[in-house]
């Protein structure tokens, strides 16, 4: 008899990660139904599709997407509990929305398994509460995860990060070069703002700000600015304006993986650059009224991954207040022309990646999954 899953995304990067594990599991047996609300990786997996995930992220941010988000799960649970009856509910990232809907589905009875938790250890720690209550296993990522959630007596294990097996190899420099017209003999330096208009708005003015200084200062230099996908031209050309800088689009790990320095918006870029040991800056700008709360919600004092991971500063990292220009030109100068930072960074940045698992996570996930679903 066949298994059901129903599987639960809402953002690209949790849904590609959703459908490689869709995909192990495929290849461990043929004897899975499996739907869910997600996008066009998971429906290339055969998954059948309740709901899009451009219909969540289209909606913005406003009371739009909290009353889209209320009749989105009330119709979730109806056609769970009373047409597809899964057999277990794999959630994938998306925290607000995912411990949401975990909580009714558990009153159904429903199984639940969630893989890219909530990064409760950074902020927001009551969360593991919910977690705790409406969870039946937790895959986590990240190997400091693992203890945590056993402190809380939660049913949990370590798949490794999904990055270890999904990430390119590094790009060929000079073909890359040659692609995108750029000079071999100048440094490159790259520039991620973000896949988010939030995050285009509080920072590209900053970010082409300190490129103008280093453009002026440094001849010896040459910037790309990296558009990811998910950002039409249009929005992007509003923030990004008119600047001498070669815009890149959908080539995001080969630009991270031959770039000298990277100036980045903090998030998982930063982790992907530190698996191809590429020396960066992280800089993130918000609201005040935004970093106040956050300064409130918080667990620990780093924002970007390496950091975490490592549980040191090995990166800077320039958050609001210091989140200016001159701050940048400062962190990249010295990335670029003190040969011993230089050096310091890279071997810390290897270090890094020594500390995550060499395990196939989606393959791990499956497995678990599987075992769990085994006659």
Known sequence: MKKKIFV??????????????????????????????????????????FEHIR????????????????????????????????DLVLLVDYGGFNLSVAKYLKQAGMKIYYYIPPQVWASRQYRIKKIKKYVDKVLCIFPFEEP???SYGIDVHYCGHPLIYGLNPPAYRKGFFEKYNLDM???????????????????????????????????DLQFCISQAPNISDAVFDKYFGNCDVK?????????????????????????????YKTPMVIVYNAPKLFYWIYLLVRCIDKVSL???IANKF????????????????????????????????????????????????A???????????LP
């Open 8 to 49: 639960i995304t809402g953002e690209y990067s949790g849904e590609m990660h959703a459908a490689n594990v869709v995909k192990m599991l495929r290849q461990i047996s043929k004897d899975y139904v499996i739907e869910g609300i997600g996008g066009d990786n998971l429906k290339a997996q055969g998954v059948k599709l």
């Open 55 to 86: 219909n969540l992220s289209a909606v913005g941010l406003s009371p739009q997407i909290i009353w889209h988000h209320y009749n989105l799960g009330k119709k979730l649970v109806k056609y769970l509990k009373e047409s597809f009856k899964p």
């Open 148 to 150: 945590l959630y056993k």
């Open 185 to 219: 003999n100048k440094k490159l330096v790259a520039v991620f703002p973000g896949s988010r208009i939030f995050e285009l708005k509080f920072l590209m003015k900053i970010f082409k700000k300190a490129v103008e200084i280093l453009q002026k200062k440094h001849p």
């Open 247 to 275: 815009v890149i689009k959908g080539d995001n790990q080969a630009l991270l993986s031959v770039s000298d320095a990277l100036i980045l918006a903090s998030g998982t870029v930063a982790l992907e650059a530190c698996l």
């Open 306 to 308: 390496p950091n975490i």
């Open 314 to 361: 090995i990166l800077p990292e320039l958050i609001v207040k210091d989140a200016k220009p001159e701050f940048i030109v400062h962190n990249i100068e010295n990335i670029l022309y003190n040969t011993t930072s230089r050096m310091l960074m890279i071997s810390e940045l290897g270090n890094v990646s020594k500390l995550l698992s060499d395990k196939n996570s």
């Open 363 to 373: 393959l791990e996930a499956a497995k678990v999954i599987d075992r769990e679903l």
